[in-house]
Structures are given as structure tokens and as C-alpha cells.
């Protein structure tokens, strides 16, 4: 945790990243964000990848109450993954009953989508569990937004 200036300079618990911070113990990186090496951006398409993915199946949803809508075009386009939900159900409100692969590929996005952090803290276990979630999501077809890492 970095020290905050607005509480005599002790740690606050935020855990608000700094990357002048992370610069003390990170000395050889010189860039000004966290893209190291573009790995937020690649993220950030593959989580759009998955996203869509997901969507078309008919598994998320925005929507607090029923009919439960899946994601619009404009929901899609926000790059807010947080915000999505699972949807409870397609067919009149009956909860999906999912394969386990499915199920699994929904589980990576969530605690991806939650994170928020876009692989800052172990971009190859990220790259690689998007990676393998949208090879799955697609039948076998590979990714075309990330590569294997």
C-alpha cells in the first residue's frame, strides 16, 4: 500500500494504485500508467471478446428484474464488465442449466469483470484464462482479440 499524504503519510487501505509507488520496487519499468507492455488493453478486447460471446449465448443480463434483458449494443460498447449479471433465465424466466465448460467460461468472466484490474497483478494468468475462456465460449475457434501466452 502506498503511503497517503492525507493520513500522515501511513497507508490508508484504499488500495488505490499508485504507479509511482509500485516504481519504488518496479525500478526498470519507466512508463506513466499500468499498460505494461499493452497487457491492459489486450485484456480490456479480450474481456470485450468474451463479453459478446457470453451475450449471444444469452447469459448476460443488466436488467434487476425480469424479462431480463441481455446486454444492448450501448451496454456492450461501455467497457463496464463490472456492471454484468448473470442472467437467471431465457425461456420465461426458467433458470439455465449449464455444462460444466459453460459454466466455467461464465465463472473466468465474472472474476475478471469484477477485478477491474485488467491483469495488473498477474497479466499471464489473466491472458491465459481469457485465452482459454474464449476458445471455449466459441467452440474450439481461437480468440482473435488475444493469443495464447
Same mark, same amino acid.
Not at 460498447?77 to 460444466?100: C, E, I, K, W
Given at each position: ?33 499500468? *499498460? !505494461? ?20 449465448? @444469452? ?32 425461456? @420465461? @424466466? ?37 485465452? *482459454?475462456? !474464449? ?10 482479440? !488475444?493469443?495464447?501466452?
Amino acid at each position: 500500500m502506498s503511503p497517503a499524504a492525507g493520513n500522515a503519510n501511513v497507508p490508508d487501505h484504499t488500495m488505490k494504485p499508485n504507479v509511482a509507488y509500485c516504481k519504488t520496487c518496479h525500478t526498470a519499468y519507466t512508463g506513466t500508467n499500468f *499498460d !505494461i507492455l499493452s497487457g491492459r488493453t489486450n485484456a480490456k478486447k479480450a474481456l470485450f471478446e468474451l463479453q459478446a460471446e457470453l451475450n449471444t449465448k @444469452g447469459l448476460l443480463t443488466r436488467s434487476a428484474a425480469a424479462p431480463y434483458a441481455v446486454l444492448s449494443d450501448e451496454d456492450l460498447a461501455d467497457a463496464q464488465f463490472n456492471l454484468d449479471l448473470t442472467r437467471p433465465g431465457g425461456n @420465461g @424466466g426458467v433458470n439455465f442449466s449449464l455444462d460444466a465448460d459453460t459454466a466455467g467460461v461464465l465463472y473466468n468472466y465474472l472474476l475478471l469483470a469484477r477485478g477491474k484490474d485488467l491483469g495488473v497483478h498477474n497479466l499471464a494468468y489473466q491472458k491465459q484464462l481469457l485465452f *482459454d475462456s !474464449i476458445k471455449k465460449a466459441k467452440g474450439g475457434v481461437d480468440p482473435t482479440s !488475444i493469443s495464447r501466452p
